[in-house]
């Protein structure tokens, strides 16, 4: 399996943003995937996840309410919708993808893509 992320960008505080993340070879619309994020000088962390039907969703306490996750298993493709957006997000943007179906579990995540910066200004 193989995940390209884009759209990330510069944008101000209060803005909005939504990176998408494709995959291809060997998916499976049962697969979980999930939001990390990095920032300079910090570990990678957890950001969000979605089952493989989309109804069941995980968020960071750090982004719920502001961020929203969502996939489109038609065109492979997992979106992170980014809403009021803080210095504290400026990040480098992972998506990921793994085999098991439990949305909840934080870990396990075989598949990896590139990522993509988002930077906040202020």
């Known amino acids: 399996v193989q995940l390209q992320a884009s759209g990330g960008g510069l944008v101000q505080v209060g803005g909005s943003l939504r990176v998408s993340c494709v995959a291809s070879g060997r998916t499976s619309s049962n697969y979980v995937m999930g939001w990390f994020r990095q920032a300079p000088g910090k570990e990678r962390e957890f950001v969000s996840a979605?089952?493989?039907?989309?109804?069941?969703?995980d968020y960071a306490d750090s982004v719920k309410g502001r961020f929203t996750i969502s996939r489109d298993n038609a065109k492979s493709t997992l979106y992170l919708q980014m809403d009021s957006l803080k210095p504290e997000d400026t990040a480098v943007y992972y998506c990921a993808a793994k085999t098991d179906t439990v949305v909840s579990d934080r870990e396990r995540y075989i598949y990896w893509g590139q990522g993509t910066l988002v930077t906040v200004s202020s």
């Open positions: 979605i089952s493989g039907g989309g109804l069941r969703t």
